[in-house]
């Protein structure tokens, strides 16, 4: 298998209440899991930024990482008419002097207004400056919720400020399937982060209709496993190339605004194509062993058509209130061949939503 630089788009750092106790709190235990999974590289944001306190989080995901080169700082920001973070201007060249990658608005939390009114004199400054800008939903008061997305302000900010890179990220993306193709198809520089988006074969419908720099791929890490994310990422029958962009080729792009920020991954464009920036080859990093031939084969992307595996629960079905990639029961035979399922006890999605008489029956035929 050829060598992949794998760049997480969406980690935390720090403790949290909201996480359970016994997961990655520190730099090197954020470091340790990457390498037990094989992640070369991550953006990080600081908990306090995200939950309570960008002013000292912002700070702190600074002293964090400064000894980690694998871990990229982000800042989160509020709305700028309360003063509480420097004018965006300053904000910006902040983030110049200090390695920031990246910004994140997390609206849901702060009740930052996507309005004009509420967060354009932001985006103007960021806009200028090629600052990619995170946009995430998430409250965690209210933790579980699931298609959160302002998509009809994501529009807006995309057509207003077509030049800023807008990256959508939330806990999961389901019924708003059909409403996330439609704004990718309205913005060109509009992004999605796929931890947020899981569904049979989404990855490769998104890079057959709208191409494969329009996704990041992130694991929310502590908050999830990157195991399940990540291998749905290298599974995926996209091409090589566009596998490149999807694990980490779009991210070191988008954060190469920023000339201090440096990858330990080879080859990094800068937006203009040539290669400014100071880069550590992928193979001086050493990732401890696999610890059995599963392990081994998921990381190292191998073929699992000689597994056995046994699935209780699948769906069968061509409509229901998310979309559904149309695949053939040909196909769905020859993607278990693929990872190894010898049996698959399935149900009709209609049945699920609507008549259980008309799903019965087309799973009996």
């Not at 730099?27 to 995200?50: P, Q, T």
């Not at 910004?103 to 400054?125: H, P």
């Not at 920023?258 to 040539?274: L, M, W």
């Not at 069968?316 to 029961?329: A, E, K, N, R, Y």
Request: with cysteine; charged share 25%; proline share 7%.
């Amino acid at each position: 298998m050829s060598e992949i630089a794998y760049f997480d788009a969406c980690c935390y750092l720090g403790r949290s209440v909201h996480m359970p106790d016994g997961q990655p709190e520190t730099a090197e235990e954020i470091l340790a899991a990457m390498d037990h999974f094989g992640i070369h590289e991550a953006l990080v944001v600081d908990a306090l930024s995200r939950e309570a306190n960008p002013m000292a989080g912002n700070q702190r995901i600074i002293e964090r990482t400064k000894a980690h080169p694998r871990l990229h700082p982000a800042w989160s920001a509020l709305m700028p008419q309360s003063r509480e973070l420097p004018p965006p201007r300053r904000l910006v060249e902040q983030m110049r002097e200090q390695g920031v990658g990246a910004l994140f608005l997390f609206y849901g939390q702060f009740d930052i207004r996507l309005e004009d009114w509420g967060i354009d004199s932001l985006l103007e400054v960021l806009e200028a400056h090629g600052v990619p800008v995170f946009l995430c939903p998430h409250n965690w008061r209210e933790r579980g919720k699931t298609d959160a997305t302002d998509w009809t302000n994501v529009v807006r900010i995309c057509r207003k400020f077509p030049r800023l890179p807008v990256v959508v990220t939330e806990n999961r993306i389901y019924k708003s399937q059909r409403a996330v193709y439609a704004a990718m198809a309205a913005c060109s520089n509009l992004r999605l982060d796929l931890s947020a988006l899981w569904l049979h074969r989404r990855i490769e419908f998104i890079c057959r209709e709208f191409g494969a720099e329009r996704l990041v791929w992130g694991s929310q890490l502590p908050e999830r496993n990157p195991g399940v994310p990540l291998m749905q990422l290298n599974y995926s029958e996209v091409a090589p190339e566009e596998l490149a962009l999807l694990a980490g080729g779009n991210m070191r792009r988008l954060l190469s605004w920023n000339p201090a920020v440096k990858f330990v991954a080879e080859n990094v464009p800068s937006p203009d194509g040539a290669r400014s920036h100071t880069c550590t080859s992928v193979r001086s990093l050493i990732f401890p062993p696999p610890l059995d031939p599963l392990h081994r084969a998921a990381r190292e992307r191998r073929p699992l058509a000689n597994e056995l595996f046994y699935d209780c629960h699948g769906h069968i079905g061509w409509c229901s209130p998310h979309h559904v990639v149309q695949d053939t029961l040909g196909d769905i035979v020859r993607e278990m061949d693929r990872f190894g399922v010898r049996v698959c006890c399935v149900f009709g999605l209609e049945g699920v939503f609507s008549d259980e008489t008309y799903t019965n029956d087309e799973v009996a035929a």
